[in-house]
């Protein structure tokens, strides 16, 4: 069966970086799935943070973590990463890493079949 586990989340400081990994199995060819990065904070929805197509070769970010934080996969690995950096106390929030099963990366929640359980992200002042 699919499996996707985020590590890497964790307490730092306004202004700090993380390295977000979530590693894939079961999904069969890994460099078949676009991937993609949602957090959701407390009390809010989940919102999307950003995606990657196949290959790596493209990639879209929501507006309030451009500039800030990168996508990036290792099909060797199985692996899709999400660098965050200059985190803000407004990053607080669980990271999903999530799988679709297409080439072609896509910013809706609802494209995505195959989710990770989350990996806590907390930003203090």
């Known amino acids: 069966h699919v499996q996707l586990v985020e590590s890497g989340g964790g307490l730092v400081q306004a202004g700090g970086s993380l390295r977000l990994s979530c590693a894939a199995s079961g999904l069969g060819a890994f460099k078949n799935y676009a991937m993609g990065w949602f957090r959701q904070a407390p009390g809010k929805a989940r919102e999307f943070v950003s995606a990657?197509?196949?290959?790596?070769?493209?990639?879209y970010y929501a507006d309030s973590v451009k500039g800030r934080f990168t996508i990036s996969r290792d099909n060797a690995k199985n692996t899709v990463y999400l660098q965050v950096n200059s985190l803000q106390p407004e990053d607080t929030a669980v990271y999903y890493c999530a799988a679709r099963n297409s080439l072609v990366l896509s910013t809706m929640e609802s494209d995505f079949r195959s989710w990770g359980q989350g990996t806590q992200v907390t930003v203090s002042s």
């Open positions: 990657i197509n196949w290959s790596g070769g493209s990639t």
